[in-house]
């Protein structure tokens, strides 16, 4: 049973930073995607960073020089480093892991909330 679990979330000033976590467990292929997505109501949901288990990483133009998407490969977790926040950047955060094994598995975790204030 692959379980994902986000930590971090938090109201933060304009100009703020946060970190947010996620942990995986359970039996992963070891060569995976892991990354950071975002809903806010009635919209749907967006990506914000994602990482190979290689270490390259992608980012929305909206976060990109502000956020920065890391990974523990021995510790099955990744991180989002978000600086300089914006009250746009206010969302729900959802931790997605993907891999390939016989068909795309695709787990989420139960999201983290993010509010930042003007």
């Known amino acids: 049973q692959v379980q994902v679990v986000e930590s971090g979330g938090d109201l933060v000033q304009a100009g703020g930073s946060l970190r947010l976590s996620c942990a995986v467990s359970g039996s992963i292929s070891d060569i995976n995607l892991m990354g950071w997505y975002r809903q806010t109501p009635g919209k749907q949901r967006d990506m914000v960073a994602t990482i190979t288990s290689g270490g390259s990483t992608n980012y929305a133009d909206s976060v990109k020089g502000r956020f920065t998407i890391s990974r523990d490969n021995a510790k099955n977790k990744v991180y989002l480093q978000m600086n300089s926040l914006k009250p746009e950047d206010t969302a729900v955060y959802y931790c997605?892991?993907?891999?390939?094994?016989?068909?795309?598995?695709?787990?989420w975790g139960q999201g983290t909330q993010v509010t930042v204030s003007s």
């Open positions: 997605n892991l993907g891999y390939y094994a016989y068909a795309w598995n695709s787990y």
